[in-house]
């Protein structure tokens, strides 16, 4: 072979030994930046439990319950305006005393404040001198009739002094009047104090007024005002949605937040005409009667009953488990496998049932004693 032949057979041969290392050096970073191959993973139900031995956690059927439509919304406590009746006094001047306070009970009657009043002072003033002037024109008109008797003075002088007396009498009666309209008696003993009383029984829910302040008669603020809270009203707000469901005249039920274990009977007396704009709601007044229990500005809940029925699942109250602020239920899933259902739960109901409004239907198992399989789970 010649030396030119040798010399191309070699090029030949490092460029195939080339090629093929080439080739291999390619199909190794192929192979490296390739992803990995996917692994599928199965996680399991956390809601699914399992017990060894599920005969001893017995099973009941969810029973068919039928109830009315309900409504609940909030509500708040508020002093029925009817019955809430200002103190007014005409009398201007200084307080002296203070004899009930913001919150107080008081009788009607009573006392609650005392005014030193200079228009009282001028009142006493006027009615004297026209109890004197109606003295003196009485004394003439006597002598007057007895001279007018015996022909010493003529029909028209005793025209006039009988006038006179009855403009005097006029004048008494006129400044007893203003003595009492001011808050006082004319049988009282003339003074510049005036007591003004309690126009009613009740409670004061507004104070206007404190020692040494000043009146200024119909000008000023009320300085009481006293509500009777033997009646109160419950207001709430309804959604437009919900209109069917109120109705004027039906009753209401009413929990307070500080009573829940308490009902009170309440009727709807007036439906808000106008809706607000911004929440599409419209007020509904709930008209009850006072225990003693119900004080303005407490808040309440308002139930109320539509007269369309609705079916609904119940189950003994053992079965539902009340964990982190919800409520669960049991249901058999196959085998030794339970599946834990959140549920709903309404109104307590005879026997020892408890209303499910969702979750469940009627005729569904579910576990008698949900707690005692809770436990029951945590142990194994």
Known sequence: MSVVRKACVGVLMAASLAFFAGCTHSHVDSDAGAPPPLKVEHVEDTKVLSVERPDKFPLTAASEYSAST???VTATVNPDVSRAVPVVTLATGRVIEIKARLGDEVQKGQVLLRVQSPDISGAFS????AVADEKLAHTQLERSQQLYGKGAISLNDLQVAED???KAQVDVNTTAERLRVLGVSQNDPPSGVVEIRAPISGVITDQEITNAGGLQGLSSPNPFTISDLSRVWVLCDVYENDFAAVRVGDTADIRLNAYPNKVFSGRISNIGPVLDPNIR??????????PGLMRPGMFATATFHGLDQKEYAAVPATAILHLHDRNWVYLPAGGNKFRRVEVIAGDMLPGGAQEIISGIAPGQQVVVNALEFQNSVEQQ
Do not use: G, M
């Open 164 to 166: 006179t007396e009855s």
């Open 281 to 290: 709601t419209a007020k509904v007044r709930i008209e009850v009667a006072n």
């Open 70 to 72: 309900e409504l609940k």
């Open 126 to 129: 006027d009615y004297q001198k």
